[in-house]
């Protein structure tokens, strides 16, 4: 396949706990499946020096360079205007300049978010972006949004997230007419919080497959595809799922140990983490509502997950994401008064 | 001992999933191991016939009429007003009248809540109720309230619950100086959504030993002794441990089926619902804020639930809960401005 027709992806080297070595070695291992085209953005001697330990001869993986980075610690929007260079910045931009089709970065969620606001802009009708996904083992194909960006959320942002949630649904998850709930309190309609009864109303008329609210434990056993709810509630849910899937694994080697063999623990254990990391399987996210690719992922990300995360933005290239995006939003947000 | 010193408790016989039978049976558990003076509350005939069940002779049980219940589905302060003679009105009125020190319901929460806040009043400087109670297993001593009664609330609420809880761990959990924490999203001062970072400076300057922002996960580490939140977060989050639960119980079944022993596979299940299921180990939770012992539990109660329940209305007594409450509430409150 020749290079013209090849998937062209910016990865942000100096995003992640581990960076840049792991995400160099996740570009060179997505460059090398032929996946994409990839453009490694970050530090000069650094990201040279970590390509430096693989034989990137012959593969389709370009150096650009970038200065500085974006800390978890930082305000995200300040950071940016005092750091213009920064590589999520710069690796934001090749897809604003058509040189990149997606960016992929495992650095601060807050400074991919802005950079990717800033740059790609957000799609029309949508007034901020959001992060969502599966986060539930048990529910693998459920997409949740929004999980922590948007923590004081207007009843029309929250039917906005049901529209994006509801294209990725579709086109990346692959459910045919994705059933959408809003996380409530109460399964009827008309019990929750003010915000949630107004959003309600709101997605009762918006032609979307509302099934209405769902509730905390719904999410285990995935009764809706797409949840919505505000990135307060879903960034709680989200850490605490982290939390006790952490705390479930501990319980359970104490109460195991010396009575299954290593092996077997070891591989139940394996199983457990697996099926509580959803998150990690696809590589990432998708920053839900910006006009752009631009892909998230988790801080401890492996190499692995990097190319997982290539193959994540080749599917949102290739169904059209946010061309589709556009279309929905612009269609459901007309249902909208205010 | 003389049943002019036995605490006198009215258990509200028509509430659970299983009423009359279970009440009656969980009443004489507690009559029979001279816990309380016990006034069983309920419809004449089915309560009766239970009665008639066991051998109650000499056991210091009472039985007062009442006509009606009010269910789960029904709008609380609707169905009091439309039914007078309900159960929990009756039992809860007992209280107001000084026959009985406590009540406890296994039926509608919002019933039973409506009851106390009617008969029996708020607390000074309360204006609406708070359910809590620890709900996490790897964190037993931890209190976390408000779990679902007040879907919007204000930040001056939000200290009150912190006040409430902090007496709730001192006195009936027997933590000394209780560390309070504020659900939200980040664990920096001003991180989190408009609501919790204006709790967040009453909390600071509350004189109650705030520590600050806790997250969904440190609430399976049990970082805070008592943990406040909004009623619509707070159900989320109990409802989502409840089905994450029952969830990892049966993957883990699964998983493990043939690889263990029947018996310690059975016996590792019953370990993990326990360590699930903390409201059930104590009987379930007063009704936070009333000025009165009103213990509410769950529908599922067993008899020894509700004996637990008695367990935990004499502690409420014996430690003086309420008189505690009003004073540490007066003192807290008069910190907020508004």
């Known amino acids: ?133 599966p986060i539930i083992g048990a529910a693998p ?40 709930g809003l996380l409530s309190v109460g399964s009827e309609d008309g019990k929750g919080n003010i915000q949630a009864k107004e959003a309600s109303a709101l997605f009762r008329k918006s032609g979307l497959n509302f099934i209405g609210n769902v509730e905390g434990n719904d999410l285990v056993t995935g009764k809706a595809d797409v949840v919505v709810c505000d990135g307060f509630v879903g960034n709680v849910v989200l850490k605490l799922v982290e939390g006790l899937g952490k705390g479930l694994a501990g319980q359970l080697k104490t109460a195991l140990e010396g009575k299954l063999p290593d092996d077997h623990l070891d591989a139940l254990m394996q199983d457990l983490y697996k099926n509580n990391n959803v998150v990690d399987a696809r590589g990432g996210g998708p920053v839900f509502g910006v006009d752009g690719v631009s892909i998230i992922g988790h801080g401890s990300a492996s190499p692995g997950t990097i190319e997982r995360a290539v193959g994540l933005a080749k599917m949102c290239v290739d169904t059209n994401l946010i061309q589709e995006m556009n279309k929905e939003v612009s269609t459901v947000m007309s249902t909208v008064d205010d």
């Open 141 to 180: 194909n459920q997409t949740i949004l929004d999980l922590g960006s948007n923590l004081d959320c207007k009843p029309s942002q929250l039917l906005g997230f049901g529209v994006l949630g509801t294209v990725f649904s579709k086109l990346l998850v692959g459910v045919e007419n994705p059933k959408l």
């Open 1 to 133: 396949m020749p290079n013209t027709e090849l998937l062209k992806v910016s990865i942000d080297a100096m995003g992640g706990d581990n960076a840049p070595a792991v995400p160099v070695e996740g570009a060179i291992l997505a460059a090398k499946t032929g996946l994409a085209e990839i453009f490694i953005v970050g530090d000069k001697e650094p990201v040279e020096q970590e390509l430096t330990k693989h034989d990137t001869k012959d593969l389709p993986i370009h150096f650009v360079p970038s200065e500085g980075k974006i800390e978890d610690d930082e305000a995200p929007a300040l950071a940016l205007r005092q750091k213009p260079t920064a590589s999520i910045l710069v690796a934001t931009n090749l897809v604003k300049t058509g040189t990149a089709d997606a960016v992929i970065s495992m650095g601060s969620t807050g400074g991919t978010m802005a950079a990717a606001v800033v740059l790609l802009g957000t799609i029309k009708g949508i007034e901020r972006p959001a992060i969502g996904g």
